[in-house]
């Protein structure tokens, strides 16, 4: 597609629930990345994903965090029993293979856990 | 590891005036630099990036940063402020041949008429 593309664009759900969030990234960009911003906390790097190599988990905050590619296109994050804490925005992004152009963000996701 | 660091979580700048937002950096190797501006509500737009070449890089709406290796800085200035520049922007690095942005912490421009 023209963008990268995230949905939903809000959601608002209950602690303990499970959420997906996805997002489609900007066709032939092998890069893909997930971060999430809190309110006055800048933007933390949670995991990447390049092609077919392993991706890079380092910045997920715990097991209840997960993501996946799949096709090498459209990417899931999951985050399981939903805490207080979660509530944030969570933004993905896609590049290139070299990555110098930088990255295209989609609009992100706002996640409310209530 | 890398770090990057902007000085100044909030700058108010009158209609008209100079825009300067620092960032400072921390790299083992040479860096990619970039800045990007997030309106509200919105994804982060990538307003410009020093990657190799010329130091002083321009980007859109009239910003431009200046990469300084002997100050590790990469400041972006705009000579004359407009209502339409109040947002908030992040510089980011990365290492060369690496991907993963490192983000600052985020500059709050507002612009008083």
């Known amino acids: 597609g023209a963008g990268v593309s995230q949905s939903p664009s809000n959601k608002v759900t209950e602690k303990g629930k499970d959420v997906e969030l996805r997002c489609d990234p900007i066709?032939?960009?092998?890069?893909l990345y997930w971060y999430r911003q809190s309110l006055g906390q800048g933007l933390e790097f949670l995991i990447y994903?390049?092609?077919?190599?392993?991706?890079?988990k380092s910045g997920l905050p715990s097991d209840r965090f997960s993501a996946e590619r799949t096709g090498g296109s459209v990417s899931t994050l999951t985050i399981q029993r939903t805490q207080q804490e979660d509530s944030a925005v969570y933004l993905c992004?896609?590049?290139?293979?070299?990555?110098?152009?930088?990255?295209?963000f989609g609009s992100g996701t706002r996640l409310t856990v209530v | 590891a890398q770090s990057v660091t902007q000085l100044g979580s909030h700058v108010s700048v009158s209609e008209g005036a100079l825009v300067l937002l620092r960032c400072n950096y921390s790299s083992s190797v040479p860096p990619y630099l970039f800045w990007y501006v997030q309106y509200p509500n919105q994804g982060l737009q990538l307003l410009l990036k020093?990657?190799?070449?010329?130091?002083l890089v321009k980007g859109i709406n009239g910003f431009e940063a200046e990469f300084k290796k002997s100050e590790t800085s990469f400041h972006l200035t705009k000579p004359s402020a407009h209502m339409s520049d109040a947002a908030e922007y992040f510089c980011?690095?990365?290492?060369?041949?690496?991907?993963?942005?490192?983000f600052g912490q985020g500059t709050r421009l507002t612009i008083n008429p």
């Open positions: 992004a896609s590049s290139t293979r070299q990555g110098t152009n930088g990255y295209t």
């Open positions: 020093y990657t190799t070449g010329a130091t």
């Open positions: 980011a690095v990365s290492e060369t041949g690496a991907q993963k942005l490192v």
């Open positions: 994903f390049q092609g077919n190599s392993a991706p890079d």
């Open positions: 066709s032939g960009h092998t890069a």
